[in-house]
């Protein structure tokens, strides 16, 4: 009979319902009709009602309401529940003998009538029934439930779900799981989008059973990440094998694959959200491992999220009290007899009055997450500006220094203007200040940040592509894009080792290089065979820690008063 119940039911499929009436003798006969489908709840009066009501708002799937009672009217709880923005979603079928009573209540929002006294149980039970279908749907299309695509719930409807079920199946573990495929941007470029969206489906298709057999609730986040609410399970991964396995079928050599992070069930008390961005957490860990795919949230996980959380709290403080210090790393030029220094990169350190130096890996993703990052790069920039101010005063040596550019600050439509004051103010030229944008961010929004890198050249500021390789540039994209180095990621350098494989690959960045008429920069280099081989390749530039590690500014003098020795 309920095609659509199995969404707000407890473990035994039963709905809870409310019976609001005075008369004990309509209270028995509603009971004796419909308590073998529903959980019932029982109040005399308007008042008790209202209480029971607030108490079940959750798990309330409908409310019966005599209109005419002692103390509170059917009328004046009904006008409560309409205006209060929690309760209004529980639908009320009015109790009554009157047709003019009907038609007010109906007025004032009430779902549906049963006249008194009661006459077919089936007819009741179908009104009941209808009023809370139809209350269900409703909400179900206000917060457009379904996933187009995979027919999975959307976030909010699922979260909403996830909820309910908990309500309803008390004491019963579930484990927060989600799930996303690895690398799907490249798949979706490389083997197209139509192929992309086969994908998708067939993962919806292999959730929505593993909801129906396992008793799971399963979801869809966005793009290709998937939620999953499961029954507790000590072997998680073997739901991601079998969801693996099940992508076979698009390509039986296994390069579509999933990961996933989890949060276990425990009795902490935390929200649904929270659990599923825990979960996330967990999955991040595993993020470009080619050993790992599955993370489980544990305290360790936890220890870092509340350190995440006291660094993002402290940096305002920690900017006030200076306790971050630009170190800055040498770049050489390499091509030409003896190495000269070219240029510096700036690179932040926080000096963390309990934790000692803590490295820019560590906080930087931090503060991108929420902005913060603008205000340090900000700072860094001003620092290092003043920095060539001081060398140039002190030590007549106008050091050309690179400084980083987080893909955030991209989107600032002041950036170009930030810098050309910054370099104005210490009375540069653009050329001493050279902006350093990761790879990446120009795959992530490339006009976005096209416009940006042009307003900071129409300038006269000199851009660096920095971790070229580790993004997807397309060979096309790359021809167009305004830049005037480019520098290596450093995993190339350090796979220099591996052999042949690798070497080809370093000549054919500096190929790319020469044919966009830019010069290399390598960074992480650390040994003299390497310097060697990349010299051989036509590197122009070498930074890393063969020749030294990033240091504070007052040693960095050690190389600028070094190479005026050699003028
Ligand atoms: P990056 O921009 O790619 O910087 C190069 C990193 O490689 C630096 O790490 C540097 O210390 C390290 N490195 C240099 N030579 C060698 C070497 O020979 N061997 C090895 N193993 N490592 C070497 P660092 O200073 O820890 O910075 C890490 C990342 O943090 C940077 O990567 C950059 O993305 C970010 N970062 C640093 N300072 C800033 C900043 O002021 N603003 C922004 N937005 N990001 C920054
Ligand atoms: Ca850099
Ligand atoms: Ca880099």
Known sequence: MYQNFGRFNSTDGKRQVLVVEDEQINREILGMMLENDFHLLYAENGREGLELIRANANTLSAVLLDLNMPVMTGYELLEVLKADPELQRIPVVVLTGEESA??????????????????????????ITRAIELSEDRYVIATTEQDEMTDLYRREFFYHYCEQFELHNPGRPMDAMILDIDHFHMINELRGRDFGDEVIRLIGRHLKRMAAEDGAIAGRLEGDCFLLLYPHTDRPEDVLEELNRTLLALDDRGRVRMRMGVYPADDAGVDVPSRFDRAKTAADTVRGSYTRSCAVYDDRLHQRELLNESLIDQ?????RERQFVVYYQPKYAVQGGE??????????????????LVSPGVFIPLFEENGLIRKLDRFVWEEAAAQIRRWRDELGYTLPVSVNVSRVDMYDPDLAETFRSIVEKNGLTPDALMPEVTESAYTEDSEQIIRAVEELRALGFRIEMDDFGSGYSSLNMLSVLPIDALKLDMSFIRNMCRGEKSIRMLELMMDIARYLDVPVIAEGVEEESQVQALKAMGCDVIQGYYFSRPVPADQFETFIKEELSKC
């Open 339 to 356: 190495p000269r220094l070219n240029s510096a990169e700036a690179l932040i350190r926080w000096q963390h009055p309990t934790m000692g």
């Open 315 to 319: 940096m305002d403080e920690a900017l």
């Open 102 to 127: 009907e038609v007010t209540a109906l007025r004032m929002g009430a779902a549906d009538f049963i006249t008194k006294p009661f006459s077919m149980p089936e007819v009741v039970m179908a009104r």
